[in-house]
């Protein structure tokens, strides 16, 4: 994802369009660190709790990536939900 986002330059974007983009940024490094947590976890407790919260913030990042669809463009749209999907599926 991010190599996607690299791609785009901000500073030709409006405000709304940029503001999405930084939620898309944040909302990925924030999945990110929460399937880290998962995957650093010493209790299968632990392990649920985060496998739990990495799903709901995937969940959130698919629908960001949903909702800027136009500016990434289909096929990356596709990629990147197949993507989130194929790790949701590895969290449980």
Known sequence: MKGILRTL???LL???TK???????????DARLDI???ELSETREEQL????AAAKRLRKLEAAILATGTL???AD??????????IQ???L
Do not use: F, P, W
């Not at 709790?49 to 739990?52: P, Q, R, S």
């Not at 749209?77 to 194929?86: D, F, H, K, R, S």
């Open 9 to 11: 330059d901000t500073d």
């Open 49 to 52: 709790k985060c496998a739990h």
């Open 36 to 38: 880290r947590d998962y």
């Open 72 to 74: 990434l463009g289909a």
């Open 14 to 16: 409006d405000t709304e």
């Open 89 to 91: 599926s590895r969290l």
């Open 77 to 86: 749209v596709a990629q990147l939900t197949a993507q989130m999907e194929q």
């Open 19 to 29: 503001k999405s983009v930084n939620a898309l940024k944040r909302l990925a490094i």
